[in-house]
């Protein structure tokens, strides 16, 4: 089974500044990791994910995240916050085997990311 | 460019009410899915289906079922509505059915049971 951690429900930053939004796993295999962007009453959108390739990966918007596998972390990073950037931000793990179930992909609980002008 | 569309985008039930939510996606994928969003809750499955004639259960499956007849549909029945169900519902679709690939969502369909 796999499990996902945001810290933080809410995190307010002021534009151009710096966003960090933090999300810690656990899974008992190599893990697929992702990040998910969900405006005002839309659906989900990928930012980014991870497969193996690289531990560092660049997302669209300017969004980048990196795997720290020593610390089972996934944290997503963006260097300056714009107005457009306020939404609800959700990480996400799979195992990455056939089926969804219970131990498909699995969502954090989401962090919502306030911009302060 | 479709996507995946959701029908309806609002609803209100009695309870004890049956309805049935609407998910067609024209990406030709297989697997497809039904999240419920809740405040604080995050996103949790309720079913899911690897290809047309297979489904099964998610995290959440009480109180609802599914079907998928063909590739593109996959409704989600709610059989006799209860106030928990009161909630966001999502139909995902993705070209990977081992979940490494990316989730393509609906706008949602937001459900109110009285």
């Known amino acids: 089974a796999q499990s996902v951690t945001q810290l933080g429900s809410h995190v307010s930053v002021s534009e151009g500044a710096l966003v960090l939004l933090r999300c810690n796993y656990s899974?008992?295999?190599?893990?697929?990791l992702f990040w998910y962007v969900q405006y005002p009453n839309q659906g989900l959108q990928l930012l980014l994910k991870y497969t193996s390739a690289a531990t560092l990966v660049k997302g669209i918007n300017g969004f980048e995240a990196e795997f720290k596998k020593s610390e089972t972390s996934f944290h997503l990073t963006k260097p300056s916050a714009h107005m457009s950037d306020a939404a609800e931000y959700f990480c996400?793990?799979?195992?990455?085997?056939?089926?969804?179930?219970?131990?498909?992909?699995?969502f954090g609980k989401g962090t919502h990311l306030i911009i302060q002008p | 460019n479709a996507g995946v569309t959701q029908t309806p985008k609002f609803q209100v039930l009695k309870t004890g009410q049956s309805m049935t939510l609407q998910c067609a996606q024209d990406?030709?994928?297989?697997?497809m899915s039904w999240y419920r969003q809740d405040p604080g809750m995050g996103l949790r499955l309720i079913h899911y289906s690897v290809g047309a004639g297979i489904t099964d259960q998610g995290e959440v499956p009480n109180g609802y079922n599914v079907s998928r007849s063909t590739t593109e549909d996959f409704p989600l029945r709610l059989l006799s509505a209860a106030p928990s169900q009161t909630s966001v519902y999502f139909c995902?679709?993705?070209?990977?059915?081992?979940?490494?690939?990316?989730?393509?969502f609906g706008e949602g369909s937001r459900l109110t049971v009285l």
């Open positions: 995902a679709s993705s070209y990977s059915p081992t979940n490494t690939g990316e989730l393509f």
């Open positions: 899974s008992s295999v190599p893990p697929y």
């Open positions: 990406m030709n994928h297989e697997y």
């Open positions: 996400a793990v799979s195992a990455g085997y056939s089926g969804g179930g219970a131990d498909g992909l699995t």
